[in-house]
């Protein structure tokens, strides 16, 4: 498929339900499921004209990725944490005196 018919084919298969959603309204009246399917075919003329600025996957630059090592974590870091979900960690000391 050459570069962009896609979008071409997007916007002409919107443009075709448009027409057939308008014979729709004609024949039928602008009844609630009618205008609907005329609101929801505006959504898809924007969505349409949205992916007109869309390049190609294979065209966008990688994401850098981010080595984490694999060392020990200084263990300072989490002096005073308490873990999370399990509950506060509290020494002997602190539950004797009350402190929390």
């Known amino acids: 498929m050459p570069e962009g018919s896609e979008k071409a084919a997007l916007h002409h298969a919107v443009d075709q339900l448009a027409h057939a959603v308008d014979a ?17 075919v505006e959504r898809l003329r924007l969505d349409a004209t949205d992916c007109d600025g869309l390049a190609p996957v294979g ?12 060392t020990p974590y200084d263990e300072s870091l989490w002096a005073g944490a308490d873990d999370e979900g399990v509950g506060g960690v509290r020494t002997s000391t602190e539950r004797q005196g009350g402190q929390r």
Request: overall charge positive.
């Open 59 to 70: 065209t966008v630059a990688p994401t850098a990725i981010e080595v984490v090592p694999d």
């Open 24 to 40: 729709m309204a004609r024949r039928y009246g602008r009844n609630k499921a009618v205008q609907r399917l005329v609101g929801d």
